[in-house]
């Protein structure tokens, strides 16, 4: 480490400690280690203030799909910001990249979804998706069609509503919910074998996860229930694969009751899953599907609802001003970014290549890693992957809370210059789309490394 970098390393940590509140930190074990400054990325590749290189297999949170660096995207922004740095798309007017972009997601969405409503997050798209439920049944004269019913552990965002949407017990804790939302049982197979203490058959636990909706509609009342809401594959929770009974079970109740379906797609859009949206994966056909994220790579923030035919016709033939939207709503920098990107995305046909070479890949190499005496379960499906730490993995026996076994996996995956995430003691993955073979081969040394030097400290 050079003199002048651990100067700049010392400047920015005391200027970020004395006065930046970070999301999701304990302020005062932060204040005590300081950050770690990231200074800056190429590719894969993530640089620290100290000159350090990271192999960064989060993607930044779930979003730098294309990777870092992608010229197109920074050229298609920096033209943008000259020629119109904002325009607003209320009082009936419009701009290029808004327009472009929302033909360009016609295009690579479902076939049966044909409009785009903007924000700049997937929280305010969570938001939007509430509103929008509402006005919905609203406009076909059953306002009392109010409740959304979500799942327990599930992440859709942190404002208000999004985090009451979410299943995130210690954000409810923080401020409680809003009204009209309900939580039933997340489809976690490996979870709930752990609880019980004996064998389950994950197909069956996987019918009646979906069943637990259904009972819910008629304790409710359908004449109650606006919609039902979920990631495709849980993202923030842990990277939860569902048992295959689960989607086509929960699919075949919203139908049967005609409550509307929503696919939160801010992590499993945009390649993630080997396919361009998670609801592909799964073939849900849903009637919302908010999207952030991977939209633009996570270049600069944007997000959005792409809303189904079905309910645009309501919205558009039958509802009025719809009394909702962003100063920011198809910020034209943000959405040119995003236009480039998914042209990006089409030119290098990523989606494809993840699916035919780079997820298999990835997801054979992934599961060697279940062969280390620390890893209960490997679960992963696309670019998606988690290795759950487990005490004893032949009789399913978790750490306890009080182990950090996952924290302290995180700490040695840094000092091997390897991004993990921990949540709880699931160590997840979500890295870039372009990653090569190779960079696989040294996620895996590094990860191996990492459990390895995980197993001594809780010796
Ligand atoms: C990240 C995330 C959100 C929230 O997006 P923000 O841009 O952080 O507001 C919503 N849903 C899911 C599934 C997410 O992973």
Redesign the pocket.
Known sequence: MSQTKAVNTEKWQGLDGAHHLHPFTNPKELKQQAARIIESANGVYLTDSDGNDYLDMMAG???VNMGYGQKDIIAAASAQIEQLPYYNAFFKTSHPPAAELSGLLAEVTPAHMNHTFFT???????DTVIRMAWRYWDVLGKPEKRVIISRKN??????IA?SSL?GMEDMHKQGGIIPDIVHVEQPHWFAKRCELGHDLDANEFGREVAQSIADKIEELGVDKVAAFIA?PI???GGVIVPPETYWPEVKKICDHYGILLVA?????GFGRTGHWFGTDLYDLKPDLM?I??GLSSGYL?I?GVMVADRVADVLINQGGEFNHGFTYSGHPVCAAAAVANIKLMQKENIVQKVHDETAPYLQKRLRELGEHALVGQVRGVGMLGALELVKDKENFIKFDKDDNVGTICRTHSFDNHLIMRAVGDAMIISPPLVLEKSEIDLFIERAWKSLDLTQKDIK
């Open positions: 949170l779930w979003c700049s997050s997937g929280s305010e798209a969570n599930a992440y859709h965002g942190s404002t999004a979410g990631e849980q993202g923030a939160d797609e801010v992590i499993c908010p952030a994220k923030p997000g």
